[in-house]
């Protein structure tokens, strides 16, 4: 069975551009969760969906960053306009219950 | 790789001697608990888990660890071997309702030497 992917794996972009990133939960997972990893921080959550809405969106660090789920299925979490400070590791997990299960996360630089 | 200025708290050791990492979580109304390993350019893989209703739950090689009175948590790795090399992270939880979200801690960069 396929774990979470996410795509893609490594994103460079300039500053005050878009980046659209992408996560395959594993299927049948309803719980979906986006974290990320600034450099020099710990892995801080950012929101969680159950099927397609949104349960916990209190970790979004601003307007910028918008996160769907429609369908339930693959979900999407798009920066713009991206600015420096939103460098870093973007991992998502899936999960039935407790236990999460994570990618291998997009590392994204913002020049 | 990512470990690179994050300035994270490193244990070294010989292959073959147990490790013990250590962990200090924030929420004493945290009920779960859960040790992940992260291999360069690789995401958080689960370890071990426990629950706030037991102190010890042993594993395959490693032990979980927690003492709510001062809300730590450690992990030992017995035997430990150069793929055992990595950067761990503890995450605390709370198991009711259905937001699972995690806090996650620090990490600490495990070097196993041969």
């Known amino acids: 069975e396929a774990g979470v992917t996410q795509f893609p794996s490594h994103s460079v972009i300039e500053k005050g551009q878009t980046v659209t990133l992408r996560c395959d939960p594993i299927?049948?997972?309803?719980?979906l969760y986006w974290y990320r990893r600034v450099m020099g921080k710990e892995i801080k959550f950012l929101l969680h969906f159950v099927k397609e809405s949104k349960q916990d969106e209190s970790g979004m660090p601003n307007n910028r960053f918008l996160a769907e789920r429609t369908g339930g299925t693959y979900s999407t979490l798009k920066v713009q306009p991206a600015e420096l400070e939103d460098s870093g590791v973007y991992f998502c997990?899936?999960?039935?219950?407790?236990?999460?299960?994570f990618g291998q996360g997009t590392r994204l630089t913002v020049v | 790789g990512e470990s690179v200025g994050l300035h994270l708290p490193t244990l070294s050791v010989q292959e073959g001697d147990n490790s013990i990492i250590n962990c200090a979580y924030s929420?004493?109304?945290?009920?779960?608990f859960i040790w992940y390993k992260q291999e360069s350019g690789k995401g958080p893989q689960f370890i071990i888990d426990?629950?706030?209703?037991?102190d010890k739950r042993q594993g395959q090689r490693v032990t979980v660890l927690l003492n709510k009175t001062v809300k730590h948590l450690s992990l030992q790795i017995a035997a430990t071997q150069p793929g055992d090399s990595a950067v761990y992270f503890c995450?605390?939880?709370?198991?009711?309702?259905?937001?699972?979200?995690?806090?996650f801690g620090k990490g600490t960069l495990l070097t196993v030497n041969p």
């Open positions: 929420n004493s109304a945290s009920d779960y």
């Open positions: 299927s049948g997972h309803d719980n």
């Open positions: 426990i629950r706030s209703n037991m």
């Open positions: 997990a899936s999960s039935l219950g407790v236990q999460a299960f």
């Open positions: 995450a605390e939880s709370l198991s009711g309702g259905s937001n699972y979200k995690l806090t």
